[in-house]
């Protein structure tokens, strides 16, 4: 399929063939599902910790004799059911990571560039450069662009100084090719690659 690339400015810059096999499949929510909730599973810390009975910091002294009180029997406040006991079976560091076949993995990125390309929110321009590295300057153009949450995808290498304008403009991330994700590719508004990113994708993806 053909899509019309444009340039920073707002200006014309051609056309680029775009892969059926990449950009014109019909997005799947479950293959999408899959994907993003491996990302998200194998981002998270998994740090966290309660302490347990032999962890709680208390006297190892029986509370009080064990008849004659007309209450039940305990020995140490480091039970569960006392308040400041340990935890029993609470949270402990652990991952919480999973396996996915790689091949799956592409093919979750193949859906989620076809999700923005049938939604009509993927924009081609013709490259990202800048040649200061002056967040003022990013912002206007983005302004012009209509972008509000935008993800900008670059070839193999990203512009040292469009990255660095980006790193302060609020609402645009910028990923190089072997960068590029579902879970952040479907939570940008607006899905801009170039065209160096289009041709490293096409090869990553095939």
């Known amino acids: 399929m053909k899509a019309d690339a444009i340039k920073l400015d707002g200006g014309k810059a051609g056309s680029v063939d775009l892969s059926d096999e990449i950009f014109g499949l019909e997005p799947r929510i479950d293959i999408l599902h899959r994907v993003v ?14 302490k347990t009975r032999s962890e709680t910091s208390y006297s190892t002294k029986k509370i009080y004799r064990q008849k004659g009180t007309g209450g039940a029997r305990h020995g140490s ?23 996915l076949t790689k091949k799956f993995r592409k093919l979750g990125l193949r859906h989620a560039l076809s999700a923005k390309q049938s939604a009509g929110e993927l924009i081609v321009i013709d490259e990202a450069k800048l040649s200061d590295a002056k967040t003022a300057q990013l912002a206007k153009h983005a302004k012009s662009l209509g972008w509000k949450r935008a993800l900008v995808i670059d070839g193999p290498e990203v512009d040292a100084n469009f990255a660095q304008a980006a790193r302060n403009l609020d609402g645009v991330d910028v990923l190089s090719s072997m960068g590029a994700n579902v879970y952040d590719i479907l939570k940008s508004d607006t899905l801009v690659l170039t065209k160096a990113g289009v041709e490293a994708l096409e090869a990553r993806l095939k």
């Open 37 to 50: 909730r491996w990302q998200r599973n194998n981002s998270q810390q998994g740090t966290h910790k309660v």
């Open 77 to 99: 406040r480091n039970a569960p059911i006392f308040r400041k006991g340990g935890i029993y079976k609470g949270p402990t560091p652990r991952s919480h990571g999973h396996e």
